[in-house]
């Protein structure tokens, strides 16, 4: 593909505003052609990718030592691929010692943006460190939940959420094969939101976006759960005492003393949140019946819900075409196979909707009608051989450890290596329509398979990535 000077404006419209170059459309994002798309990501990766050699430290060090300079074919970006526990690379003293300083110069060796001048001093805890983010950057750090035993943190930004939130309405409200109507363009719902009402968790980040694009800013039509923000400091203490007790170590674990006192409180909360679920949707039905609304749970939440519901005589609360979103796995709970027509029974929707994605990446992958889960086009993604992270050939049916490389990320680098296993069939035309590749439904977490664990990837970059990561702290006194 020559670059013309229209091509280029293209290719920065497509990498820097793909909502306005699809024009709001779901349909034209996964109907164009596979060929005029990989062009496009080719030359916007190779861009993306000098842009962030400049500014993140941690990839431009990494280049430099693999001799790296430019990206021109897809598989050049692999050996730059980050391992998902990069944004887990920090010791955990750091947190337990209160060096949010030595924190922020961690952070800022994965960011595009410049932390220096951020002022850390006499930071309390997690959740107070990233609010000084917030306050003083255009970041909007967000966390993981921490179950394999230490929490990620993603230095994701403002810009990238709002867009992001734009993109998940554009996604939720339309049918492929159909262009959108004022009415999916411009929702206006009740958000039914079965948990916390903020916090810095990912999924949690989210919900004052969705307050505002969802509702139109009307506080009435966010129903939460809980009112509160969970805690990203109980959830540390919860992840580390995860992995001391996994090492039979829980009686060695160190724990802050303010900490500790509120154990039981956060203990006690996960023990009642299934009754306090079923009492929240006994108390929502009535005022929200035959309402149009956004919801979204895990698959086992759900169908709790549902089926309590349904024992009560309830079903058909909401408007058929409400947006129902579910997802992230079945948490080692055994459901029945009809559980999705359960859930759809009780909620009386004409669909639920479900997607793939992880946290360090900004996208989710939305499923079809058959299952599948079709790429974002700004994603490029990858199947990697598990035991090498060398990558599978880009034909046939191929099944290993999923990767991406996103296009969309300007906080960070896009490029990661996640904890799944995945497959795709590179060559099938889906009969859905979509044009776009497709992750098949079947995703386990190489944790749940007996022969791997879940932070062995044997990149070359994963090494580099955790020693420069640590280098900074040495001979620091903590």
Not at 31 to 44: G, H, K, M, N
Not at 140 to 169: C, F, N, R, Y
Request: one cysteine or more.
């Amino acid at each position: 593909m020559t670059v013309t000077r229209s091509t280029a404006r293209s290719v920065a419209q497509f990498m820097d505003d793909p909502i306005s170059f699809f024009g709001q459309s779901y349909t034209q994002m996964h109907s164009i052609s596979r060929d005029e798309l990989e062009a496009l990501q080719r030359q916007a990766m190779g861009i993306r990718f000098q842009q962030h050699r400049e500014s993140i430290e941690m990839l431009r060090k990494l280049a430099d030592r693999l001799g790296i300079t430019a990206l021109n074919e897809f598989n050049d970006v692999v050996p730059l691929l980050f391992s998902h526990t990069a944004f887990k690379s920090y010791p955990a003293a750091l947190v337990d010692k209160k060096r949010f300083d030595l924190m922020t110069k961690w952070l800022d060796k994965l960011t595009s943006y410049d932390l220096s001048d951020v002022d850390a001093a006499g930071c309390t805890g997690i959740d107070d460190w990233i609010d000084r983010l917030d306050e003083q950057t255009p970041l909007e750090v967000i966390t993981s939940s921490g179950t394999t035993g230490t929490i990620s943190i993603l230095p994701k930004d403002k810009h990238g959420a709002e867009q992001g939130m734009t993109l998940w309405k554009i996604c939720l409200f339309q049918t492929f094969g159909q262009e959108p109507t004022d009415r999916e363009l411009n929702p206006s719902v009740d958000v039914v939101w079965p948990n916390f009402a903020s916090g810095k968790l990912g999924h949690l980040r989210i919900a004052n976006m969705i307050k505002r694009g969802f509702t139109g800013g009307d506080e009435s039509r966010f129903h939460a759960l809980y009112p509160g923000a969970i805690d990203t400091d109980l959830m540390f203490l919860a992840s580390k005492m995860r992995a001391a007790a996994s090492r039979g170590e829980l009686d060695r674990l160190e724990v802050d003393p303010a900490l500790a006192a509120r154990k039981d409180e956060f203990i006690a909360m996960q023990a009642r949140q299934a009754q306090d679920l079923e009492a929240f949707f006994a108390r929502i039905t009535d005022p929200l019946r035959g309402k149009r609304v956004f919801m979204t749970s895990a698959y086992h939440h759900m169908y709790d819900i549902a089926k309590a519901g349904l024992e009560r005589g309830v079903r058909n609360v909401f408007a058929p075409d409400s947006a129902i979103l579910t997802g992230g796995g079945m948490k080692g709970v055994a459901l029945p196979d009809d559980f999705m027509e359960v859930i759809k029974e009780f909620l009386g929707v004409d669909r639920i909707q479900v997607g793939y994605g992880f946290s360090e990446s900004s996208t989710f992958h939305w499923g079809c009608s058959e299952g599948r889960y079709h790429v974002a086009p700004w994603v490029i993604p990858f199947v990697l051989d598990p035991e090498t992270s060398g990558p599978l050939p880009r034909t046939g049916v191929q099944t290993g450890r999923a990767a991406v490389y996103d296009i969309l990320l300007r906080a960070h680098w896009g490029g990661v290596i996640s904890g799944d296993e995945v497959t795709i069939d590179w060559d099938l035309a889906c009969p859905c329509g979509q044009a776009s590749v497709a992750f098949e439904k079947d995703i386990v977490r190489y944790s749940e398979k007996q022969r791997f664990e879940d932070d062995q990837i044997t990149c070359a970059a994963t090494q580099e990535v955790h020693n420069e990561a640590v280098n900074f702290m040495k001979g620091v006194d903590l």
